[in-house]
């Protein structure tokens, strides 16, 4: 699982993208993006209602296996064991063990059906609490006991919009807008840096299949922790691609691959570089 998953701070994320290859100007591809984008819609139009058919009752994730492959010699690097548990309908616990380190325990409580702590607890030695505020409705802060850091997230139509993150004595690190398609899916992601004497601004865009997501039972509250630019577990639809505009330059971040059950939840994931090469392989289980 990645660490993302626990992490609040997107800044620091952020600045973990490796450097793409695959090198063109925007403005040379303009009517390129635009024709991939007539293609997602045509290809979502025609498959719209196919995640839905013949699903009487949503699955719910159960057990997820994350493999991490070695760019070097392709050899697999880390295993991660992911097992969610549930209770009235609501993600409690999820348990994380790896091949290197001590079992991580997340704990999640709610109060009036919406989160209100998130405990990340490894062994007896670290214990990461986050806290959920509500300023209105359309607001969520996340801040955690152990960095000076603080997230909002803005809503609308109950969908995040904007995102703010500030560390130390609440100075400003970095903003987030989004931008969603008719389908739900987050269309483009501006990430505006102003942490250190720069600021930097990048976009990025995605394309979806019309698939069900593995984080559909998942409250959106619990899936803002894991608000990345390459982790968009928010939209509706599962993400086939990332591509990152830094300035005139138009980078492919990633692809990702999928096999699907019967009733269109992905079984397996895998992710690839700018040159595709193979970096991380997940398998899902559902009930």
Same mark, same amino acid.
């Not at 130390?168 to 840096?193: A, G, H, K, P, Q």
């Not at 984080?215 to 630019?229: A, G, S, V």
């Not at 939209?235 to 086939?240: D, P, R, W, Y």
């Not at 300035?247 to 397996?268: F, K, V």
């Given at each position: 699982?990645?660490?993302?998953?626990?992490? &609040?701070?997107?800044? #620091?994320?952020?600045?973990?993208?490796?450097?793409?290859?695959?090198?063109?100007?925007?403005?040379?591809?303009?009517?390129?993006? /635009?024709?991939?984008?007539?293609?997602?819609?045509? /290809?979502?139009? !025609?498959?719209?209602? !196919?995640?839905?058919?013949? @699903?009487? +009752?949503?699955?719910?994730?159960?057990? *997820?296996?994350?493999?991490?492959?070695?760019?070097?010699?392709?050899?697999?690097?880390?295993?991660?064991?992911?097992?969610?548990?549930?209770?009235?309908?609501?993600?409690?616990?999820?348990?994380?063990?790896? =091949?290197?380190?001590?079992?991580?325990?997340? %704990?999640?409580?709610?109060?009036?059906?919406?989160?209100?702590?998130?405990?990340?607890?490894?062994? +007896?030695?670290?214990?990461?609490?986050?806290?959920? !505020?509500?300023?209105?409705? @359309?607001?969520? @802060?996340?801040?955690? =006991?152990? *960095? +000076?850091?603080?997230?909002?997230?803005?809503?609308?139509?109950?969908?995040?919009?904007?995102?703010?993150?500030?560390?130390?004595?609440?100075?400003?690190? #970095?903003?987030?807008?989004?931008?969603?398609?008719? %389908?739900?899916?987050?269309?483009?992601?501006?990430?505006?840096?102003?942490?250190?004497?720069?600021?930097?601004?990048?976009?990025?865009?995605?394309?979806?299949?019309?698939?069900?997501?593995?984080?559909?039972?998942?409250?959106? !509250?619990?899936?803002?922790?894991?608000?990345?630019?390459?982790?968009?577990?928010?939209?509706? =639809? =599962?993400?086939?691609?990332?591509?990152?505009?830094?300035?005139?330059?138009?980078?492919?971040?990633?692809?990702?691959?999928?096999?699907?059950?019967?009733?269109?939840?992905?079984?397996?994931?895998?992710?690839?570089?700018? &040159?595709?090469?193979?970096?991380?392989? /997940?398998?899902?289980?559902?009930?």
């Amino acid at each position: 699982m990645k660490k993302s998953f626990l992490i &609040i701070l997107v800044y #620091f994320l952020l600045t973990t993208f490796c450097s793409c290859s695959r090198t063109t100007t925007i403005t040379e591809n303009v009517q390129e993006n /635009n024709n991939d984008e007539e293609v997602e819609e045509k /290809n979502e139009e !025609e498959g719209e209602n !196919e995640s839905s058919e013949g @699903n009487d +009752a949503d699955l719910v994730l159960r057990e *997820r296996n994350i493999v991490r492959i070695k760019a070097s010699n392709g050899e697999e690097d880390i295993i991660n064991n992911c097992k969610y548990f549930y209770s009235d309908g609501k993600l409690r616990t999820v348990l994380l063990r790896n =091949n290197e380190d001590e079992p991580i325990e997340t %704990n999640i409580t709610y109060e009036d059906e919406r989160i209100d702590s998130l405990s990340y607890i490894n062994g +007896a030695s670290r214990k990461i609490i986050f806290t959920y !505020e509500y300023p209105s409705e @359309n607001q969520i @802060n996340i801040s955690s =006991n152990t *960095r +000076a850091v603080l997230s909002e997230f803005y809503l609308q139509d109950n969908k995040p919009v904007k995102v703010k993150g500030y560390k130390d004595n609440l100075e400003l690190v #970095f903003t987030m807008e989004l931008m969603y398609n008719r %389908n739900d899916n987050v269309d483009s992601l501006i990430v505006i840096d102003t942490f250190g004497s720069q600021t930097i601004k990048k976009v990025f865009t995605h394309t979806y299949d019309n698939k069900n997501v593995f984080y559909e039972n998942f409250d959106l !509250e619990y899936r803002l922790l894991n608000l990345t630019p390459e982790e968009l577990a928010i939209s509706k =639809n =599962n993400v086939l691609s990332t591509t990152v505009y830094d300035g005139e330059e138009r980078n492919l971040l990633e692809t990702i691959s999928y096999e699907y059950n019967s009733q269109g939840y992905p079984i397996l994931m895998e992710r690839f570089d700018s &040159i595709n090469r193979l970096q991380q392989r /997940n398998t899902f289980s559902y009930e």
